[in-house]
């Protein structure tokens, strides 16, 4: 018999979905084609040398000069479009995961600063929440890009901007409903240092909710990258996410070529979707009050 | 025909549930007269809700009438379509509800919710249904009523709303008043005084009112008959009076003895021991003989419907001669 | 009732005044307005000149007040492309997005109403799930990618329907507008789509669970106990419960919806507001940005004003408790 751990619990509840499962497998399969693309791919797609402009817009299935097989077919410049998939994976992900960490940093300390400090600081911060939530997103992030101009650097910038208002919101409930627990008495009893009390004991104990917020701000930072690069205010056509390439293929589609932006688009479904699965079955086994 | 408003013949109401079948009212029979108030008596979860639920003919599923006969005037309602259900609900038979602060739309006037079940049974012009309206709630004891109908529900007392209620059920003048514990929410005061209002309506209508409630007291200030419902099934019945002063099933017994009295000031309040049982699959035999001093092995059975004097009946291998200590 | 107007009001012009700040600040401290206004290949006395022309020598705040006058006074420059006042741009493009953005909104409710009550008369029912798992794919489905696929099946593969631009449109006070010919029908029939689809999904889920909720309540029961036939107390008695949460949501909604016209614009060519931000945000033309930013946030106080004053209408309980 297996000692029941709180993880060991935690992964068993969680299998209780099968569609979480499966969405669980899916987003560990697109993460690993994401960092092994290097490897992986049949080319590199962005190594002009392997690129042979006469290889431009084939159709799926169809075999280069050299006998290569475009599974997914290529694209204007000739590119793979699978290989195209997978590093544009690289980047929707980095770029995805990437805000969401930072944004998840910024608001939750900036929730917990709230619910612990009170007083002006909580009023200001929580206005500022409910301000930048009264606007949707897509348009709070077309502003920061109006004054800072496009760039990978300012796309993340722009993402951690929107998302960083939901964490405090919802690092400042927790925190609110924690800090009458007794432990956080005890904590200040021992006259521990304010920054301990918030970091190492509070901070842990309000992680459940920020994670589940995590998970799907994580979808919501990717589908908002793509559709920012697909507008063209987001990554630079150096470094193509999958909403740049769906923005690539766009005028092709007009002309029957659908390949080109059809499967980043089919890339990108598949992720935001698994993404969302997982995050529905956290919530309900990290959310204290479905717990028995 | 013989004055009976309603006859209902082993009634029986069952919730099919993925844990079993509830039988929530197993074999019920009672009958009401024109002007006379039927008391039903029942803990919660006895059934007495479903009983009145199952006369007006809104079971929801997974409930269903499983068997029984509710002759309504001679005509079996459990044979009617809902249509013609519905043509006599609200119209022939009427029903007031638990919570006067849950049954009134919150957000349409009062006099909308009166014209409607006025226009929904009759056809008159919008000025008549109007005037009915005003009429009914005027008989309620409503001040200045043709203010009050464009009111809506929230700027009523609790009290008031249940007039409201009340007068909504009079619109069609019906045969028949099914009333599920109407005045448990409310104040004492109030209590009294709708309890009173009511039974003067019905007797002044010859309506048959049936009243549901928990409340012994209730029943002895204005029912003419009751019914004892425990688990599902009438366990004892009879007039007023004589089941009161000399209750022969044993619950019966523990009701009467578990209400606070005046005469016997100090005396410790009896109790029934235990709790009422699951319905879910509920074995054969008398359900209280787990809570009850005077069981035995005959009580695994069924206890057959005995008729200890005119008009009464008992369904128990024990009856309780003496009185009510 | 009139202080709680006129305490919303004054909340309204401090939001506003709160975001002409942030447009300024973003503008002209992020950005360097220099750099715009300026050819690159001006001389030093050019650029002192223009400098001195926009005022950019004056004190920050002095900069903002003059700023601030312009915007009271509808004056927010001159576009550098098409060289016209970034506010009668705007101006010109606003109908377009608006009739985009109202259409869509109309078919979320006459779609998405239905729906609901069908889902939440049925929840367990295989079409009840059906459209509740299609709902979840309203919401995580990127509006551009569906807007792209609508192109490829409709237009492309079925060619039924016109992929780009307004069509053929008729005048109506003045203004032209799509809906009233056939030919601007059929364009405006899968940007509409489009921008409908995630409050489609909205507007059924809050029916649905609406019906659900209030399905269970007693005044249905008491309302089904009065004898009023199915559909009275369907449509009459538990729609009117349901319509505040679902009027209210649909409301706020609307400026989350003027601005996705921006994605649905992009795909769609669609020549409104929208798609006018976009290349001026891709050619740097800040003027056009402003209005732009100015002019929405204006329809967002004033939506958010409008749908508070519309749900103290729909519900006699907030209604009149304002009021006392």
């Known amino acids: 018999m297996r000692e029941e751990t709180p993880f060991r619990r935690f992964v068993s509840e969680f299998a209780a979905s099968k569609v979480a499962v499966i969405g669980f497998v899916v987003v560990v399969i697109v993460a690993l084609l994401a960092l092994l693309a290097p490897l992986l791919a049949p080319q590199n797609p962005y190594d002009l040398a392997q690129l042979d402009i006469m290889d431009g817009r084939l159709a799926p299935g169809a075999k280069s000069l050299t006998g290569m097989v475009f599974w997914l077919g290529t694209d204007d410049q000739g590119r793979d479009m699978l290989s195209g998939i997978m590093y544009g994976l690289r980047i929707s992900l980095s770029v995805g995961v990437g805000s969401a960490v930072i944004a998840g940093v910024v608001g939750s300390s900036l929730g917990l600063l709230a619910a612990y400090v009170g007083g002006w600081v909580e009023t200001a911060i929580m206005r500022l929440v409910d301000l930048q939530l009264s606007f949707p997103a897509i348009l709070v992030a077309l502003m920061i890009l109006a004054f800072l101009g496009k760039g990978v650097g300012n796309v993340m910038l722009a993402l951690v901007i929107v998302e960083w208002a939901r964490y405090a919101r919802t690092a400042r409930g927790a925190a609110l409903v924690e800090r009458r627990r007794e432990y956080i008495e005890a904590a200040e009893c021992l006259a521990l240092p304010q920054w301990r009390v918030l970091f190492r004991h509070l901070l842990p104990n309000c992680m459940p909710p920020l994670i589940v917020i995590g998970t799907i701000q994580v979808a919501r930072a990717i589908t908002l990258e793509a559709t920012l690069s697909f507008l063209g205010l987001g990554v630079p056509i150096t470094e193509p996410s999958l909403g740049l390439l769906i923005a690539n293929g766009y005028q092709y589609m007009l002309s029957g070529k659908y390949w080109i932006s059809f499967y980043p688009g089919i890339a990108l479904l598949v992720t935001i979707v698994a993404i969302n699965l997982m995050g529905d079955q956290l919530r309900d086994v990290l959310n204290p009050r479905l717990q028995r | 025909m013989s004055g009976l408003t309603l006859e209902v013949r082993g009634l029986s109401t069952h919730f099919d549930t993925r844990a079993g079948t509830v039988r929530a009212v197993d074999g019920v029979s009672f009958s009401v007269r024109r002007g006379r108030v039927l008391g039903l008596v029942g803990e919660s979860g006895s059934g007495k809700s479903v009983t009145g639920f199952s006369v007006i003919g809104l079971v929801d599923p997974p409930g269903r009438i499983a068997a029984g006969q509710i002759l309504f005037k001679g005509t079996d309602l459990t044979k009617l379509r809902e249509e013609e259900l519905r043509r006599l609900r609200g119209n022939r038979i009427a029903m007031i509800f638990q919570d006067p602060m849950m049954t009134l739309n919150p957000v349409l006037r009062i006099d909308t919710q009166m014209m409607e079940t006025v226009f929904a049974h009759t056809k008159v012009s919008r000025q008549e249904a109007w005037e009915r309206s005003r009429d009914a709630l005027g008989m309620v004891g409503i001040p200045s009523p043709e203010e009050r109908l464009s009111s809506y529900p929230h700027q009523f007392s609790g009290g008031m709303r249940q007039r409201v209620a009340i007068a909504i059920a009079l619109l069609h003048r019906p045969d028949l008043i099914v009333a599920d514990e109407p005045t448990t929410a409310l104040d004492v005061t109030i209590q009294a005084q709708i309890l009173a209002e009511v039974q003067t309506l019905a007797r002044e209508y010859g309506t048959a009112l049936i009243w549901i409630t928990h409340d012994l007291s209730v029943v002895a200030g204005l029912a003419d008959e009751v019914a004892v419902m425990y688990a599902g099934r009438i366990v004892e019945s009879g007039v007023v009076g004589e089941v009161l002063d000399r209750p022969l099933h044993p619950y019966t017994h523990g009701l009467i003895g578990s209400v606070p009295s005046r005469n016997k000031r100090g005396s410790k309040l009896r109790q029934i021991p235990g709790m009422t049982p699951s319905l879910v699959d509920l074995p054969k035999g008398c359900a209280f003989r787990t809570r009850c001093s005077h069981a035995d092995a005959a009580c695994a059975e069924d206890p057959p419907i005995i008729e200890p004097g005119p008009g009464r009946s008992l369904r128990c291998f024990h009856p309780q001669l003496e009185s009510v200590a | ?324």
């Open chain 3, 1 to 324: 009732m009139t202080t709680w107007l006129l305490r919303r009001l004054v909340q309204a012009v401090f939001v506003m005044l709160a975001m002409t700040v942030i447009v300024f600040v973003g503008v002209n401290v992020i950005g360097d307005p220099v750099e715009i206004l300026i050819s690159p290949d001006a001389d030093q006395a050019e650029r002192l000149r223009v400098i001195a022309a926009f005022g950019l020598d004056k004190p920050l705040w002095e900069q903002y007040l003059h700023f601030l006058g312009g915007v009271v006074q509808g004056d927010l420059g001159k576009s550098f492309v098409f060289n016209e006042p970034a506010l009668r741009l705007i101006g010109g493009r606003f109908p377009a997005t608006m009739e985009l953005a109202f259409t869509a909104v109309a078919l979320s409710v006459i779609v998405g109403i239905p729906l609901g009550l069908y889902a939440g008369l049925k929840p367990d029912g295989l079409l009840g799930r059906a459209i509740m798992a299609g709902s979840i794919l309203g919401f995580s489905l990127p509006t551009f990618w569906v807007g792209l696929m609508l192109i490829m099946v409709f237009a492309v593969q079925l060619g039924w329907l016109p992929s780009t631009g307004r069509g053929t449109t008729a005048e109506f006070l003045g203004i032209q507008w799509s809906f009233l010919t056939r030919d601007g029908l059929a364009h405006m029939v899968m940007p509409a789509t489009n921008l409908a689809l995630g409050n489609i999904a909205l507007v059924l889920r809050l029916t649905r669970a609406g019906v659900r909720e209030n399905l269970g309540l007693e005044y249905v029961k008491f309302a089904r106990a009065k004898g009023l036939s199915p559909s009275r107390v369907l449509f009459v008695h538990v729609m009117k419960n349901i319509m505040i949460p679902v009027v209210t949501v649909i409301g706020l909604e609307f400026g989350s919806v003027v601005a996705f016209a921006v994605v649905t614009e992009s795909v769609f060519a669609w020549p409104g507001m929208g798609k006018l931000i976009i290349d001026s945000i891709n050619v740097l033309d800040r003027p056009v940005i402003v209005a732009y930013l100015m002019m929405i946030v204006v329809l967002f106080v004033t939506i958010n004003l409008l749908v508070d004053l519309m749900y103290t209408v729909l519900d006699p309980r907030v209604r009149l408790d304002g009021r006392e």
